[in-house]
T-cell receptor, first 115, second 116 residues
């Protein structure tokens, strides 16, 4: 299957700072990337959908000014958690899909801890 | 709109026993269906997918699933469980392909435990 690389796998940051998470499709062009948040022992909550070159579409209840998503190329999307607070601590996962494909491929996830 | 119901948040089987993880879906359009596996602190790995071809789909690691339209089900099975199968399993559904890829709707997941 296709490979999606997410970096970093773990990050600890101080409250009030910003953190950037990268999601790269290594061997295919990702026309669409998705960002999820996963709480402990819970399913994945879709945060936003981004299409290359367009503004991201956020799900209801997700603060777009707090979770900045950029999808500037067909192989890279970034999620920036701005002014992070302890309640933003979570497991964030990206996935990537391409035109005409039914399935999405997932990154390894990023464990964010805000202290 | 699509939705997925996974019956049983926890399933425990003995090593060598049959694995059966249940998934029922709801979709207003012909669905695409997926099973993903997640190991602790990792992303999701695609096990198999149904995209309107054969109703019995074979995936990786010996898993397979059967699409039954009349029952709106897509249950995941494996004839003989292995210790390495212990993980969280997610069923997902999507609808018609859109211009840039498909938004997946996930079930709540089933934690599979394999005992000696």
């Amino acid at each position: 299957g296709a490979v999606v690389s997410q970096h970093p796998s773990r990050v600890i940051c101080k409250s009030g700072t910003s953190v950037k998470i990268e999601c790269r499709s290594l061997d295919f062009q990702a026309t669409t990337m998705f960002w999820y948040r996963q709480f402990p022992k819970k399913s994945l909550m879709l945060m936003a959908t981004s299409n290359e070159g367009s503004k991201a579409t956020y799900e209801q209840g997700v603060e777009k000014d707090k979770f900045l998503i950029n999808h500037a190329s067909l192989t890279l999307s970034t999620l920036t958690v701005t002014s992070a607070h302890p309640e933003d601590s979570s497991f964030y996962i990206c996935s990537a899909s391409s035109f005409g494909r039914a399935e999405a491929f997932f990154g390894q996830g990023t464990r964010l801890t805000v202290v | 709109a699509q939705s997925v119901t996974q019956l049983g948040s926890h399933v425990s089987v003995s090593e060598g026993a049959l694995v059966l993880l249940r998934c029922n879906y709801s979709s207003s359009v012909p669905p695409y269906l997926f099973w993903y596996v997640q190991y602790p602190n990792q992303g999701l790995q695609l096990l198999l997918k149904y995209t309107s071809a054969a109703t019995l789909v074979k995936g990786i690691n010996g898993f397979e699933a059967e699409f039954k339209k009349s029952e709106t089900s897509f249950h995941l099975t494996k004839p003989s469980a292995h210790m390495s199968d212990a993980a969280e399993y997610f069923c997902a559904v999507s609808g018609e392909l859109t211009g840039g890829g498909n938004k997946l709707t996930f079930g709540t997941g089933t934690q599979l435990k394999v005992e000696l």
